[in-house]
């Protein structure tokens, strides 16, 4: 089964309101974390990176937290605009040499107007 | 520079047929990842490239799919005797080495008819 999971399919905000988008993984080995936001039609793009040795991590209106005693990530974004709605994904690399990202099944962020 | 490219961007194959999907990955990128993403769901990890080296094929579903980057730059993913349930985003990502950012190409969507 999968490691890494979301807890809401969609998720609907307000634009210029904040978001947080919360992801659970089960694998303690997982030493690598990522998020990534997919529009229709298009690849995954990054956005934000946290490794195990971090619990916060900032970027440009975007924020990243991990809680490894709870085996949780969080991403927040502040002050949503239009161009976020997107599906969102957190993604993981296990420790020890595994290959490859593993993902979660995604959160479909919607700005309401 | 230019990122990661995929082609074709479509396919339609007859159910049997054989398919070839092209990645160009960012020029440099040793780590280069084939992931295949159902509609709806997040991206699967298929198989990882160290260069012209297949280090992991673990996620490829059957021995109908093949891939290879002979040269440690252009990848080619082969799928023999499509199946309806071989319809899918196949996405093509690098990197500069393993566990360092993946940037995505914007996939090939292949559907079998």
């Known amino acids: 089964g999968e490691s890494v999971g979301l807890h809401l399919p969609t998720l609907s905000v307000q634009e210029g309101d904040n978001s947080i988008i919360n992801c659970a993984y089960s694998?303690?080995?997982?030493?690598?974390f990522i998020w990534y936001k997919q529009e229709s039609g298009k690849g995954p793009q990054f956005i934000i990176d946290?490794?195990?040795?971090?619990d916060k991590r900032q970027g440009q209106r975007v924020t990243v937290l991990l809680n490894k005693t709870v085996k949780h990530l969080s991403l927040q974004i502040a002050a949503t605009q239009p161009g976020d709605s997107a599906v969102y994904f957190c993604?993981?690399?296990?420790?020890?040499?595994?290959?490859?990202?593993?993902f979660g099944k995604g959160t479909h962020l919607i700005i309401q107007p | 520079g230019a990122g990661v490219s995929q082609s074709p961007r479509y396919k339609v194959a007859k159910r049997g047929q054989d398919v070839a999907l092209r990645c160009d990955p960012i020029?440099?990128?040793?780590?280069l990842f084939w992931y295949q993403q159902a509609l709806g769901q997040g991206p699967e990890f298929l198989t990882y490239?160290?260069?012209?080296?297949?280090?992991?094929k673990s996620g490829l579903p059957s021995d109908r799919f093949f891939a290879e980057r002979p040269e440690g730059s252009v990848s080619t993913l082969k799928i023999q005797r499509t199946q309806q349930e071989d319809s899918a985003v196949y996405l093509c990502?690098?990197?500069?080495?393993?566990?360092?950012?993946?940037?995505f190409g914007q996939g090939t969507r292949l559907t079998v008819v």
């Open positions: 990502a690098s990197s500069l080495y393993q566990n360092t950012e993946a940037f």
């Open positions: 020029s440099g990128h040793v780590s």
């Open positions: 993604a993981e690399i296990q420790g020890g040499g595994a290959d490859g990202l593993t």
């Open positions: 490239f160290q260069n012209e080296a297949q280090l992991d």
């Open positions: 694998n303690s080995a997982s030493d690598y």
């Open positions: 946290i490794r195990s040795n971090m």
